[in-house]
C-alpha cells in the first residue's frame, strides 16, 4: 500500500471512529401521539415511541416543557408502565423510563401518557390552541415517521387551523386533515430531519375554552409577603417610639467618674460590652494605682504584675487582672496561649453582668423582655415573608426565599445590635453587612425573579430586604434604662463632659495639686474615646513622666495616649487575630401567528 493510500486509511478509520463516537444514542423509527382536548383547555396526552437504540442504554428520557416565556402549564397524571422516576429541571418535567438494572440495544418501543392544564391565552378576541408536536432542537435524530391526532369538545375552522415545521421560527406549512364533524385534526409524515419540529396552531372564537381561567402570575403570595414584613417593621416602629426609647437625660458636669466604676464599667454602662479599648483603659488604671508596669518595645508590650490587687475592688475587676496575669509577667505570646480571649468570655463577663444585675441593672428588664419579643417576631415575618416570595415564583423555589431570609435575619441582627450599643453609625462597621447583604439579595433576585410570571417580583424582593432592615434597626434600638442605669449614665456622661470641654487653666490648677493628674484622668477619656483630647490639653502644661511606663519614644503625653490604639494591634495581631469573635475579644463581641417552536409542550428526549 502506497503511503498515501495508508494515511488516506488512517484518516478514514479516525473520521469513522469520531462519527460513531458523536452518533445519537438511538434513532426515531415512529413518534406518535394522540390529544384529546376539553373545554378547560386541559389536554390528555398520550404517546407512543418506537426507537432503535444505537448504543446500550438504560431507557428513554423524555422532557416535557411547562413553562416559556413566564408562563407555566401544569403537568400531572403522568402514567405508563416503564416510568422509572419524574424530576423537574428548570421548566422541563422529566419522565425517566427503563430500567436502571438492564441496558437495551436494539428496538424499543415506550408508551405512556399525561395531562397539560394550559391556562387561558391572554386574548381578548379569540382563543387558540399552541402545541408542539415536535419540539425544534430538542431531538437531535431523524424522525421515519410522525403523526399526531388532536380532538376538540367543540368544532373547529379547517382555515383557522396551520401545522409548520423545520428549525425554530420556521412558518413552511405541512397537511392536514380534519374530521367531517370537524373535532379532530390529523397528521402523518415522513423523515423529519434532526432537530426540525412540528407544531399545531388552532384559533377559536372567543370563549371557546369557556372554563379556562387566566393564570396566576404568583402575585397574591407577593403581595402578602410585603404585608407581612411591612406589618413587622410597623410594629418594631411603633414599639420603639412607644416604649422603647430613653428620655434625654440631663447631664451636670462632674470632675470625677460614677462612684466606684473603673474604666471597664464605665465602658460597659455606655458600650454594653468589654472589648480591647476596656482593657487597655484597665492597665493604664492599675499601672497608675502601681498593680503593673508597662514595657513597651516599640512594636508589642508585655506587662510585669508588682503587687495584687486589692480585695476591695469589684469582683469583675479581679478576675480581669487573674486572667491576664496567671504569672509575674504577661505578653501577647503567653495571652495567647493562655486562652485569654476565652477566660474573657468565660470568666470576666458573666462577672460584669451579674454585677449590673437586680437592683443595678442597666436597662429595664421589661424592656429587654419586649425587644426579644420583637426580634421573634420579626424573624417570624421574614421567615414567612421570604418563603412566599419563593413560592410565588413556584413551589419548588420555598428554600430560595426562606434560608437567605434567616441569613439576612442574623447578618442584619449582628450589625443592628453592634450599631445600638455603639451608638454610631460607621461605614466602617456596617460595610461587610452591607455587603453580604447585597450578596443575598442579589441571590434571592437571580433565583426567584428569573422563574417568577409577575412583574413585581424584583421589586418586592428588594423592598422586602430593605423593611427587614429597618425593623431590625428599629427593634435593635428598643431599650429604656432603668432608674440606676440613668443615674449612673448621666453621671459618666457628665463626667465625659468634663474630659471633653474643661479649660487649660483649670486643668493646670488641678496638676499642681495632683501632678500625676493627667494619669488618673487618662484611662476614662480612653474608654470615652477622648485620650488625643485628653493628651493635647496637656501641651502646655508640664506632668512628670510615669515610672511605671518604660518605652523607646522620648517623653510625650501622645505616647501615653496612643497606647489604647497600639495595643489594640497587637491584641489584634498576636492575642486575638479575626476568627476568634465574641464579646471580650479585639471586637465588641437579600398571540403568535404560527411557526415551528415556542410555546408549551413538546420537549426533547434522550436516553440514559
Known amino acids: 500500500m502506497s503511503g498515501s493510500r495508508k494515511i488516506a486509511a488512517i484518516l478514514f478509520i479516525v473520521f469513522a471512529s469520531f462519527?460513531?463516537?458523536?452518533?445519537?444514542?438511538?434513532?426515531?423509527?415512529?413518534?406518535?401521539?394522540d390529544i384529546s382536548v376539553d373545554a378547560s383547555k386541559r389536554l390528555s396526552v398520550d404517546e407512543d415511541i418506537n426507537l432503535y437504540f444505537n448504543s446500550p442504554s438504560h431507557g428513554l428520557i423524555r422532557d416535557i416543557q411547562y413553562e416559556f416565556d413566564r408562563m407555566r402549564i401544569k403537568v400531572g397524571d403522568v402514567h405508563g408502565a416503564d416510568i422509572a422516576n419524574t424530576e423537574r429541571n428548570g421548566g422541563f418535567l422529566s419522565i425517566i423510563m427503563?430500567?436502571?438494572?438492564?441496558?437495551?440495544?436494539g428496538p424499543a418501543q415506550f408508551s405512556f401518557g399525561y395531562t397539560l392544564q394550559y391556562p387561558a391565552d391572554g386574548y381578548d378576541d379569540y382563543?387558540?390552541?399552541?402545541?408542539?408536536?415536535?419540539?425544534?432542537?430538542?431531538?437531535?435524530?431523524?424522525?421515519?415517521?410522525?403523526?399526531?391526532?388532536?380532538?376538540?369538545?367543540?368544532?373547529?375552522d379547517k382555515d383557522m387551523v396551520w401545522v409548520t415545521y423545520g428549525p425554530y421560527g420556521s412558518a413552511a406549512g405541512l397537511p392536514f386533515s380534519i374530521s367531517e364533524d370537524g373535532l379532530t385534526i390529523y397528521g402523518r409524515y415522513s423523515s423529519l430531519p434532526?432537530?426540525?419540529?412540528?407544531?399545531?396552531?388552532?384559533?377559536?372564537?372567543?370563549?371557546?375554552?369557556?372554563?379556562?381561567?387566566?393564570?396566576?402570575?404568583?402575585?397574591?403570595?407577593?403581595?402578602?409577603?410585603?404585608?407581612?414584613i411591612a406589618a413587622a417593621a410597623i410594629l418594631s416602629f411603633a414599639v420603639y417610639f412607644l416604649r422603647g426609647r430613653d428620655e434625654k437625660p440631663v447631664i451636670p458636669v462632674r470632675f470625677t467618674p460614677p462612684e466606684g466604676f473603673s474604666p471597664m464599667d464605665t465602658h460597659y454602662l455606655i458600650e454594653g460590652s468589654i472589648d480591647s479599648t476596656s482593657?487597655?483603659?484597665?492597665?493604664?488604671y492599675w499601672a497608675d494605682r502601681g498593680y503593673v508596669s508597662i514595657n513597651d518595645d516599640g512594636s508589642s508590650f508585655s506587662f510585669d504584675k508588682l503587687k495584687d490587687i486589692d480585695d476591695g475592688v469589684q469582683e469583675s475587676e479581679k478576675a480581669l487582672f487573674r486572667s491576664l496575669f496567671a504569672g509575674d509577667r504577661a505578653d501577647a505570646d503567653t495571652l495567647r496561649t493562655e486562652g485569654f480571649p476565652s477566660k474573657l468570655?468565660?470568666?470576666?463577663?458573666?462577672?460584669?453582668?451579674?454585677?449590673?444585675?437586680?437592683?443595678?441593672?442597666?436597662?429595664?428588664?421589661?424592656?429587654?423582655?419586649?425587644?426579644?419579643?420583637?426580634?421573634?417576631?420579626?424573624?417570624?415575618?421574614?421567615?414567612?415573608?421570604?418563603?412566599?416570595?419563593?413560592?410565588?415564583?413556584?413551589?419548588?423555589?420555598?428554600?430560595?426565599?426562606?434560608?437567605?431570609?434567616?441569613?439576612a435575619y442574623m447578618v442584619l441582627r449582628t450589625a443592628s445590635v453592634r450599631i445600638a450599643r455603639s451608638g454610631k453609625l460607621r461605614i466602617s462597621m456596617l460595610l461587610p453587612f452591607v455587603l453580604f447583604l447585597v450578596f443575598i439579595t442579589v441571590f434571592m433576585l437571580t433565583a426567584i425573579v428569573s422563574e417568577s410570571r409577575s412583574g413585581?417580583?424584583?421589586?418586592?424582593?428588594?423592598?422586602?430586604?430593605?423593611?427587614?432592615?429597618?425593623s431590625m434597626f428599629s427593634a435593635a434600638h428598643i431599650s429604656r434604662k432603668s432608674r440606676y442605669g440613668n443615674e449612673r449614665l448621666a453621671e459618666a456622661l457628665g463626667y465625659k463632659e468634663f474630659i471633653d470641654k474643661v479649660e487649660k487653666d483649670r486643668i493646670k490648677e488641678l496638676s499642681e495639686e495632683d501632678p500625676e493628674y493627667f494619669y488618673h484622668v487618662l484611662p476614662y477619656a480612653m474608654v470615652f474615646g477622648l485620650a488625643d483630647a485628653w493628651a493635647g490639653k496637656f501641651r502646655d502644661i508640664p506632668i512628670k513622666e510615669a515610672s511605671w511606663y518604660c518605652s523607646p519614644y522620648p517623653f510625650d503625653p501622645f505616647v501615653y495616649s496612643s497606647f489604647g490604639r497600639r495595643w489594640h494591634d497587637d491584641y489584634v495581631r498576636h492575642i486575638d487575630p479575626p476568627g476568634n469573635t465574641g464579646k471580650g475579644g479585639a471586637r465588641t463581641f437579600s398571540g403568535s401567528s404560527g411557526f415551528s417552536g415556542g410555546g408549551f409542550s413538546g420537549g426533547g428526549g434522550r436516553s440514559w
Open 194 to 228: 434532526a432537530g426540525y419540529g412540528i407544531t399545531l396552531r388552532v384559533e377559536m372564537d372567543e370563549g371557546y375554552f369557556y372554563l379556562a381561567k387566566p393564570q396566576a402570575d404568583g402575585s397574591v403570595f407577593i403581595y402578602a409577603a410585603i404585608g407581612i
Open 345 to 407: 468570655r468565660r470568666d470576666v463577663l458573666p462577672l460584669i453582668v451579674q454585677r449590673f444585675s437586680g437592683e443595678h441593672a442597666i436597662e429595664e428588664p421589661a424592656a429587654l423582655k419586649l425587644r426579644r419579643i420583637i426580634l421573634a417576631v420579626i424573624l417570624i415575618a421574614a421567615l414567612l415573608s421570604g418563603s412566599l416570595l419563593g413560592i410565588s415564583a413556584m413551589p419548588e423555589l420555598l428554600p430560595f426565599g426562606l434560608i437567605p431570609s434567616f441569613m
Open 19 to 33: 462519527s460513531s463516537l458523536h452518533a445519537a444514542a438511538f434513532s426515531v423509527e415512529d413518534y406518535s401521539i
Open 127 to 156: 382563543d387558540e390552541l399552541y402545541y408542539n408536536i415536535v419540539s425544534p432542537g430538542y431531538w437531535d435524530c431523524n424522525m421515519d415517521t410522525v403523526s399526531f391526532s388532536a380532538s376538540f369538545p367543540a368544532p373547529i
Open 98 to 105: 427503563g430500567d436502571p438494572d438492564r441496558y437495551i440495544t
Open 279 to 284: 482593657i487597655a483603659a484597665m492597665l493604664i
Open 456 to 470: 413585581i417580583a424584583g421589586p418586592a424582593v428588594v423592598a422586602f430586604m430593605v423593611l427587614l432592615s429597618l
